[in-house]
Antibody
Framework: QMQLVQSGPEVKKPGTSVKVSCKASGFTFTSSAMQWVRQARGQRLEWIGWIVVGSGNTNYAQKFQERVTITRDMSTSTAYMELSSLRSEDTAVYYC????????????WGQGTMVTVSS | DIQMTQSPSTLSASVGDRVTITCRASQSISSWLAWYQQKPGKAPKLLIYKASSLESGVPSRFSGSGSGTEFTLTISSLQPDDFATYYCQQYNSPSWTFGQGTKVEIK
Protein backbone atom coordinates (compact mmCIF):
# COMPACT_ATOMS: atom_id res chain seq x y z
CA GLN A 1 0.00 0.00 0.00
CA MET A 2 1.03 3.62 -0.43
CA GLN A 3 2.89 4.85 2.61
CA LEU A 4 5.47 7.22 3.98
CA VAL A 5 7.62 6.08 6.89
CA GLN A 6 9.48 8.77 8.81
CA SER A 7 12.57 8.49 10.94
CA GLY A 8 12.38 8.27 14.71
CA PRO A 9 12.19 10.92 17.42
CA GLU A 10 15.09 13.31 17.88
CA VAL A 11 16.39 15.30 20.84
CA LYS A 12 18.67 18.16 19.87
CA LYS A 13 20.51 20.99 21.60
CA PRO A 14 19.84 24.61 20.65
CA GLY A 15 21.99 25.78 17.76
CA THR A 16 22.40 22.33 16.22
CA SER A 17 20.65 20.80 13.18
CA VAL A 18 18.21 17.97 12.63
CA LYS A 19 17.58 15.92 9.49
CA VAL A 20 14.30 14.02 9.26
CA SER A 21 13.81 11.35 6.61
CA CYS A 22 10.64 10.20 4.88
CA LYS A 23 10.75 6.93 2.90
CA ALA A 24 8.09 6.36 0.27
CA SER A 25 6.69 3.07 -0.96
CA GLY A 26 3.73 1.83 -2.96
CA PHE A 27 3.57 4.77 -5.39
CA THR A 28 5.73 6.45 -8.03
CA PHE A 29 7.97 8.65 -5.91
CA THR A 30 9.54 10.36 -8.92
CA SER A 31 6.12 11.58 -10.12
CA SER A 32 5.17 13.25 -6.89
CA ALA A 33 5.62 16.36 -4.81
CA MET A 34 6.41 16.26 -1.11
CA GLN A 35 5.55 18.84 1.49
CA TRP A 36 6.79 19.20 5.05
CA VAL A 37 4.55 20.49 7.80
CA ARG A 38 5.08 20.85 11.53
CA GLN A 39 2.83 21.13 14.55
CA ALA A 40 3.81 22.26 18.03
CA ARG A 41 1.79 20.79 20.88
CA GLY A 42 -1.74 22.17 20.80
CA GLN A 43 -0.96 24.49 17.88
CA ARG A 44 -2.01 24.73 14.26
CA LEU A 45 -0.33 23.04 11.33
CA GLU A 46 2.54 25.11 9.95
CA TRP A 47 3.78 24.72 6.39
CA ILE A 48 7.57 24.46 6.00
CA GLY A 49 8.15 23.83 2.31
CA TRP A 50 7.84 21.48 -0.65
CA ILE A 51 9.90 19.71 -3.29
CA VAL A 52 8.92 18.43 -6.71
CA VAL A 53 10.69 15.10 -6.59
CA GLY A 54 11.44 14.66 -10.29
CA SER A 55 12.96 18.10 -10.86
CA GLY A 56 14.25 18.76 -7.36
CA ASN A 57 12.64 22.21 -7.39
CA THR A 58 11.91 23.49 -3.90
CA ASN A 59 10.03 26.29 -2.23
CA TYR A 60 10.19 27.27 1.41
CA ALA A 61 8.06 29.34 3.76
CA GLN A 62 9.70 32.70 4.28
CA LYS A 63 9.90 32.01 8.02
CA PHE A 64 12.23 29.05 7.42
CA GLN A 65 13.99 30.25 4.26
CA GLU A 66 17.39 30.72 5.89
CA ARG A 67 17.35 27.54 7.99
CA VAL A 68 15.66 24.74 6.05
CA THR A 69 16.76 22.47 3.22
CA ILE A 70 14.50 19.88 1.61
CA THR A 71 16.13 17.25 -0.57
CA ARG A 72 15.35 13.86 -2.03
CA ASP A 73 17.20 10.70 -2.99
CA MET A 74 15.39 9.08 -5.90
CA SER A 75 17.51 5.92 -5.64
CA THR A 76 16.03 5.17 -2.21
CA SER A 77 12.66 6.96 -2.63
CA THR A 78 13.43 9.09 0.38
CA ALA A 79 12.83 12.75 1.08
CA TYR A 80 14.66 14.73 3.73
CA MET A 81 14.05 17.91 5.69
CA GLU A 82 16.99 19.49 7.46
CA LEU A 83 16.46 22.37 9.87
CA SER A 84 19.45 24.23 11.26
CA SER A 85 20.12 26.68 14.09
CA LEU A 86 17.52 24.95 16.20
CA ARG A 87 15.79 26.78 19.05
CA SER A 88 13.27 25.68 21.62
CA GLU A 89 10.41 27.01 19.48
CA ASP A 90 11.25 24.35 16.87
CA THR A 91 10.05 21.63 19.24
CA ALA A 92 7.21 20.03 17.31
CA VAL A 93 6.00 17.02 15.39
CA TYR A 94 7.24 17.16 11.80
CA TYR A 95 5.18 15.53 9.03
CA CYS A 96 5.94 14.75 5.43
CA UNK A 97 3.14 14.34 2.89
CA UNK A 98 3.10 13.24 -0.75
CA UNK A 99 0.97 14.30 -3.70
CA UNK A 100 0.88 12.56 -7.07
CA UNK A 101 1.57 15.29 -9.62
CA UNK A 102 -1.49 14.33 -11.69
CA UNK A 103 -3.71 14.93 -8.66
CA UNK A 104 -1.90 17.78 -6.92
CA UNK A 105 -3.35 16.80 -3.55
CA UNK A 106 -1.43 15.57 -0.51
CA UNK A 107 -3.20 12.33 0.21
CA UNK A 108 -0.36 10.30 1.72
CA TRP A 109 1.06 11.35 5.09
CA GLY A 110 3.89 10.09 7.22
CA GLN A 111 3.34 9.16 10.86
CA GLY A 112 5.19 12.23 12.15
CA THR A 113 8.57 12.69 13.82
CA MET A 114 8.85 14.35 17.21
CA VAL A 115 11.76 16.78 17.39
CA THR A 116 12.60 18.14 20.82
CA VAL A 117 15.02 21.02 21.20
CA SER A 118 16.31 21.34 24.73
CA SER A 119 19.51 22.29 26.48
CA ASP B 1 2.13 35.34 2.30
CA ILE B 2 -1.54 34.60 1.80
CA GLN B 3 -3.38 34.47 5.13
CA MET B 4 -6.11 31.89 5.70
CA THR B 5 -8.77 32.66 8.29
CA GLN B 6 -11.05 29.88 9.47
CA SER B 7 -14.28 30.31 11.37
CA PRO B 8 -15.42 29.37 13.83
CA SER B 9 -12.41 28.32 15.91
CA THR B 10 -14.56 25.92 17.89
CA LEU B 11 -17.93 24.46 17.04
CA SER B 12 -20.20 22.48 19.36
CA ALA B 13 -22.63 20.22 17.57
CA SER B 14 -24.69 17.07 18.00
CA VAL B 15 -24.74 13.86 16.01
CA GLY B 16 -26.94 14.40 12.97
CA ASP B 17 -26.35 18.17 12.78
CA ARG B 18 -25.37 19.91 9.57
CA VAL B 19 -22.05 21.64 10.12
CA THR B 20 -20.38 24.34 8.03
CA ILE B 21 -16.83 25.62 8.40
CA THR B 22 -15.60 28.67 6.49
CA CYS B 23 -12.13 29.51 5.27
CA ARG B 24 -11.29 32.94 3.85
CA ALA B 25 -8.14 33.80 1.94
CA SER B 26 -6.51 37.23 2.07
CA GLN B 27 -6.32 37.20 -1.73
CA SER B 28 -7.66 35.02 -4.51
CA ILE B 29 -6.40 31.46 -4.60
CA SER B 30 -8.65 30.27 -7.42
CA SER B 31 -9.68 26.75 -6.34
CA TRP B 32 -6.36 25.70 -4.87
CA LEU B 33 -7.69 24.75 -1.46
CA ALA B 34 -7.67 21.52 0.50
CA TRP B 35 -9.46 20.46 3.68
CA TYR B 36 -7.97 18.06 6.21
CA GLN B 37 -9.30 16.30 9.28
CA GLN B 38 -6.97 15.71 12.19
CA LYS B 39 -7.53 13.66 15.32
CA PRO B 40 -5.32 13.92 18.43
CA GLY B 41 -1.92 12.32 17.97
CA LYS B 42 -2.56 11.50 14.30
CA ALA B 43 -1.43 12.89 10.99
CA PRO B 44 -3.89 15.00 9.00
CA LYS B 45 -6.19 13.18 6.61
CA LEU B 46 -7.13 14.68 3.24
CA LEU B 47 -10.88 15.16 2.80
CA ILE B 48 -11.30 17.63 -0.08
CA TYR B 49 -8.89 19.01 -2.70
CA LYS B 50 -9.24 21.65 -5.41
CA ALA B 51 -11.93 23.18 -3.23
CA SER B 52 -14.65 20.67 -4.09
CA SER B 53 -13.13 17.32 -5.11
CA LEU B 54 -13.92 14.58 -2.63
CA GLU B 55 -10.92 12.40 -1.81
CA SER B 56 -11.41 8.71 -2.55
CA GLY B 57 -12.79 6.81 0.42
CA VAL B 58 -14.08 9.90 2.22
CA PRO B 59 -17.81 9.68 3.09
CA SER B 60 -20.14 11.65 0.85
CA ARG B 61 -21.50 13.59 3.83
CA PHE B 62 -18.37 15.76 3.43
CA SER B 63 -18.46 18.39 0.70
CA GLY B 64 -16.47 21.48 -0.21
CA SER B 65 -17.37 24.57 -2.17
CA GLY B 66 -16.09 28.01 -3.07
CA SER B 67 -13.49 29.73 -5.19
CA GLY B 68 -11.47 32.90 -5.10
CA THR B 69 -11.34 33.94 -1.45
CA GLU B 70 -14.22 32.18 0.29
CA PHE B 71 -14.58 28.47 0.86
CA THR B 72 -16.74 26.17 2.93
CA LEU B 73 -16.54 22.64 4.23
CA THR B 74 -19.91 21.09 4.99
CA ILE B 75 -20.71 17.93 6.89
CA SER B 76 -24.30 17.13 6.02
CA SER B 77 -25.04 14.89 9.01
CA LEU B 78 -22.40 14.83 11.74
CA GLN B 79 -21.32 11.36 12.83
CA PRO B 80 -19.47 10.32 16.02
CA ASP B 81 -16.27 9.72 14.00
CA ASP B 82 -16.32 13.33 12.75
CA PHE B 83 -15.44 14.97 16.06
CA ALA B 84 -11.97 16.29 15.24
CA THR B 85 -10.10 19.41 14.17
CA TYR B 86 -10.40 20.59 10.57
CA TYR B 87 -7.84 22.65 8.66
CA CYS B 88 -7.90 24.36 5.32
CA GLN B 89 -4.69 24.78 3.29
CA GLN B 90 -4.15 27.01 0.29
CA TYR B 91 -1.64 25.85 -2.30
CA ASN B 92 -1.96 28.61 -4.87
CA SER B 93 0.95 30.90 -4.14
CA PRO B 94 4.49 29.58 -4.09
CA SER B 95 4.26 29.78 -0.30
CA TRP B 96 1.41 27.70 1.09
CA THR B 97 -0.46 28.30 4.32
CA PHE B 98 -2.93 26.63 6.68
CA GLY B 99 -5.88 28.07 8.48
CA GLN B 100 -5.79 28.08 12.27
CA GLY B 101 -8.13 25.11 12.54
CA THR B 102 -11.71 24.48 13.64
CA LYS B 103 -12.33 22.06 16.48
CA VAL B 104 -15.65 20.25 16.22
CA GLU B 105 -16.78 19.21 19.70
CA ILE B 106 -19.65 17.18 21.02
CA LYS B 107 -22.51 19.35 22.27
Amino acid sequence: QMQLVQSGPEVKKPGTSVKVSCKASGFTFTSSAMQWVRQARGQRLEWIGWIVVGSGNTNYAQKFQERVTITRDMSTSTAYMELSSLRSEDTAVYYCAAAPLYKNAFDIWGQGTMVTVSS
Amino acid sequence: DIQMTQSPSTLSASVGDRVTITCRASQSISSWLAWYQQKPGKAPKLLIYKASSLESGVPSRFSGSGSGTEFTLTISSLQPDDFATYYCQQYNSPSWTFGQGTKVEIK
